[in-house]
Every structure is written in C-alpha cells, then in structure tokens.
C-alpha cells in the first residue's frame, strides 16, 4: 500500500480554500493507497515516511519563498516530490518567461525591476506590475500611463518586501477572450478551462482579489495545445519529469496564444469543474508512487 502525502497549506481557522483536496484524498484512499493532506510547515511531518509527497495546495508559499524553498530540498532528499526539486525552484520565480522567450515560446513581453533599479515604467500604454514570486494575483495591479506616481509607490513597497516585479504591457484581449488554463497531468492534457480578467482598472495592488472569475470548461484550440507544448518542452529537464503542469494563455495584439504563466509549483486543477478528470489524476498519482 503506497503513502503519499498531499502537501497543502494551513489555513488556521478558516476551512480551505482548497476544494479539490478533500475529494483527491479520498480518491486515493478509495483505490488502496494510504493518502493524507499534511501542511507543508509541518514540524511534526516525518516526509521520509511517505512514497511521494505531492505538491498541491502550499497557496503560501510566495510569502515565504526562502522557507519553502528548504523545505522543497528537505524533502527532495528523503522522497520522492512531485513535481521535482529543481522544476520548483526554477518555476517559483517568474523571471523563467524570459527564458521561455528565448527558446521560442510565444509569451506576454515581460521586463523586470529589481530592487535598487529606477522605476522605468512604460508611457505610452497601459500594463501590469506583478511580482516574480507571488499567486492569486497578489501586489498585481492594472495602470494607465496617468498613474505613474501610484505604480512608482507599488513598486517601492514591493521592493522593501525584497520583491522583484515584472512589468507587462495589458494584454487588452484578456477582456474578450479571457485567460485559458490547459492542464496536464501524467504526460498528456488532462482538462482545460477559461476564466475572465482579474484586474480591474483602479483596484489597489494589495486588495484582495478574486484568482479565477467566471471559471468554465474550454475545449482548447490547436494553437493553444502548440503553444502549452512547446512551453511544457522549453522547461529544464523536459516535460517527460512532470507529474502535472498548467499553462495559462492569453491572445496577444496578432490574436494568437501567448504564455502568461506556467505553473509547475502548486497549481489549482479545477477537479469541482471537471470531476471526470478525478480518476486520471489517481491513477496518475498512484503510478507517480510506485515508480523506482
């Protein structure tokens, strides 16, 4: 009987935010294998005990990147980890779209401001500013030229978090097509799904926000499945060390697909809109586990 440890993160006194995780647990345990959700911190958790941990819901990680980080090579060397320790680490900091461009791959322009650099923000167009370590659109907000001076005070703040920010021209498509998210898991496209935009004009970068408006299935197009692929291949390693990947896309000003982010750390998978997709991720799982 396989243990694994699905690694999610604690949520005190508020239920989760994680509506998968409950279903997924009992699914693995329904097929024969010893499944539990355990908190990523932890102090308690003996992660050598496990088969393989699974990265699913660790939704705090960005907040404290240097203490996930050990925690990701703390138990890549007891376990086996899902997704693999260096696919972590190069996926928590955003600064892989610029390698993915230079493979190739279709992404949204992405400059980046580290702290101690000028505040060189565009001013001829509305964009982004964002983090290179952060989810759930969290320090992300929408500016138009005429608010420099709020966007220079964004990024001062983030710098004395320590944070990096990328900036990104507004992909204005997202307010019509919206953003797709392709998701696969053990090697093929497991689901895809369709959300609006996020960022509304004039809402502060540290309001909370809502990550997934007006989520619904999507059949991907051909183009979408090239791009996501080509992504998947542009990562170190190889999408073949993947146990589970989502690309999120948006249509750039050509209307073709363009990445606007590749997550490999913690993605959500959107099994309450998919439930068919439930009994590939167990297998999956439970093949993850047996491996040598």
């Known amino acids: 009987m396989p243990r694994i440890a699905l690694a999610t993160y604690d949520p005190g006194a508020e239920p989760t935010k994680d509506r998968d995780l409950p279903v997924?647990?009992?699914?693995?345990t329904d097929a024969g294998a010893e499944a539990e959700a355990r908190h990523w911190d932890d102090p308690d958790a003996d992660w050598g005990a496990y088969d393989l941990v699974v990265i699913r819901s660790t939704w705090d990680y960005s907040w404290r990147a240097e203490e996930f980080g050990a925690w990701v090579e703390r138990v890549g060397a007891v376990t086996r980890l899902a997704n693999p320790p260096a696919v972590v680490r190069w996926n928590s900091d955003k600064r892989y779209l610029g390698e993915l461009a230079a493979a190739g791959v279709p992404t949204v322009p992405t400059r980046y401001i580290a702290p101690g650099e000028p505040a060189d923000l565009p001013a001829d167009h509305e964009y982004v500013i964002k983090p290179t370590s952060g989810a759930g659109a969290r320090f992300a907000a929408r500016y138009t030229p005429a608010e420099h001076e709020t966007a220079v005070r964004q990024l001062a703040r983030m710098h004395a978090e320590g944070f990096t920010a990328m900036v990104q021209p507004y992909v204005r498509d997202i307010d019509v097509s919206g953003e797709r998210a392709l998701q696969f898991f053990g090697?093929?496209?497991?689901?895809?799904s369709r959300k609006g935009a996020v960022?509304?004009?004039?809402?502060?970068?540290?309001a909370d926000k809502v990550a997934h408006p007006d989520l619904e299935p999507w059949q991907p197009t051909d183009a979408e499945l090239a791009v996501a692929e080509k992504a998947l291949t542009a990562v170190p390693g190889g999408a073949q060390g993947l146990l589970y990947a989502r690309v999120d896309l948006v249509d750039g000003e050509d209307g073709q697909p363009r990445v606007m982010e590749l997550e490999l750390v913690?993605?959500?998978?959107?099994?309450?809109l998919h439930p068919a997709s439930l009994p590939r991720v167990t297998e999956a799982i439970l093949?993850?586990?047996a491996e040598d």
């Open 24 to 28: 997924l647990v009992r699914a693995l």
């Open 266 to 272: 913690e993605p959500n998978l959107f099994l309450f």
């Open 287 to 289: 093949a993850a586990a």
């Open 199 to 206: 960022l509304a004009p004039g809402t502060p970068y540290d």
């Open 187 to 192: 090697g093929g496209l497991l689901h895809a």
